[in-house]
């Protein structure tokens, strides 16, 4: 049976549709009848995003409106998929019923990642400050950090079968990438910079420079993913 029509809520800038074209994508834990879908659709409430994602989906339709009211029929999707985007909602229960409705009997709702911060990892301890605040400029951002231990608990609210619910593999190159390491870095800087000093931040960044030169730093957040199939 091959899943012909796609639905990605809360697309952006379209990164995970192309995923599904190229069938690149190394985070989606299903088999092969989900890859290059026949029909695939995107919506996001974000008109920047959308205009970005248009330049390299020429084959998607693209669609602005709201997660919590999808301007689709009921049962319209074979498959229904988010992706990083239940955690930045103020009711991911909402938009996950939304889903489960545009999605056909026999059809798929699948979150493929969402992060639990309260799982993180962060190694040299020196480091462990640096997640904390990390998970503080979230929560100020309007996210729930901890959204990934909650999916199974929005899937068991809903009418799903053969219910799936895990984590997604974790591994690390021996060499340090400098260029991947410093984007990550100016990512969490800008996220706790509102939090701390700016001697903390400096050194905050020496120890992570330093760790990351003697192949000693770890950074693991845990992402769980979960599915289900709609039933009668």
């Given at each position: 049976m091959r899943y012909s029509r796609v639905l990605e809520v809360g697309c952006g800038t379209g990164a995970i549709l192309n995923d599904f074209f190229s069938g690149s994508s190394e985070e989606i834990p299903v088999n092969n009848n989900w890859e290059n879908p026949e029909s695939s659709y995107g919506l996001d409430i974000r008109l920047d995003y959308l205009s970005i994602a248009q330049k390299h989906l020429k084959c998607a339709h693209l669609v602005h409106g709201d997660a919590y009211h999808l301007p689709f029929e009921s049962g319209s999707f074979d498959l229904t998929l988010c992706h990083y985007f239940l955690l930045w909602l103020t009711s991911p229960e909402s938009t996950m019923k939304e889903m489960h409705r545009v999605t056909r009997i026999g059809g798929f709702v699948v979150a493929f990642a969402e992060p639990d911060y309260g799982g993180r990892i962060d190694y040299p301890d020196e480091l462990v400050r640096l997640g904390?605040?990390?998970?503080?400029?979230?929560?100020?951002?309007?996210?729930?950090?901890?959204?990934?231990?909650?999916?199974?608990?929005?899937?068991?609210?809903?009418?799903?079968?053969?219910?799936?619910?895990?984590?997604l593999a974790s591994q690390w190159t021996v060499e340090p990438d400098a260029e991947e390491s410093q984007m990550e870095w100016s990512v969490i800087s800008s996220d706790i910079e509102q939090l701390?000093?700016?001697?903390?931040?400096?050194?905050?960044?020496?120890?992570?420079?330093?760790?990351?030169?003697?192949?000693?730093?770890?950074?693991?957040?845990?992402?769980?993913?979960?599915?289900?199939?709609?039933?009668?």
């Open positions: 904390e605040l990390q998970g503080i400029a979230l929560r100020l951002q309007g996210a729930e950090p901890k959204m990934g231990r909650h999916l199974m608990e929005l899937l068991n609210n809903l009418n799903f079968e053969e219910k799936t619910f895990g984590v701390t000093s700016t001697d903390e931040l400096n050194k905050f960044y020496r120890i992570e420079k330093q760790s990351r030169q003697e192949n000693r730093r770890v950074l693991y957040v845990p992402t769980f993913y979960a599915w289900g199939k709609v039933k009668k």
